[in-house]
């Protein structure tokens, strides 16, 4: 599966997790099941809850007039914004930096596609038009 981002005409695969034979150590296996998805290939996300200000300008989405409550896509050096709406924006003001200090820690959840994770965290556009306040 791949992720059309809808700010350039390229498409990207999701990094794949090493897969290891059957009847390997178990401890590997759970390593490497385990480990963070790294490299090249690997798209990170992270979500951010409050109101977004680059530059002192709020973001809003566009669609829906969201304000807070967003999905930042990190791959590579470029960083989308995704809304709850399904409405997403490659965002230059935001750096890998930025992104990599908004991230906890190395800990997260392992998807097996873009697409699988953005609907198990709820940026699939099922929400499209629910904005609470």
């Known amino acids: 599966m791949t992720l059309v981002l809808r700010t350039t005409t390229r498409t990207t695969e999701p990094a794949a997790l090493p897969v290891l034979p059957t009847g390997t ?29 680059l530059g002192g300008i709020p973001v809003m989405c566009s669609a829906c007039r969201a304000r807070r409550d ?23 003001e935001i750096s890998r930096a930025d992104f990599d200090a908004l991230v906890g820690g190395p800990l997260g959840t392992t998807y097996p596609s873009v697409e699988a994770g953005l609907a198990a965290l709820g940026f699939d556009g099922v929400f499209a038009g629910i904005y609470l306040e």
Do not use: K, M
């Open 25 to 53: 150590d178990p401890l590997l296996q759970l390593q490497a099941e385990t480990r963070p998805a790294d490299g090249p290939g690997a798209i990170r996300c992270v979500g951010h809850s409050r109101e977004l200000a």
């Open 70 to 92: 967003w999905l930042l896509i990190n791959h590579g050096r470029n960083v989308w914004v995704r809304c709850r709406c399904g409405n997403q924006w490659l965002e230059p």
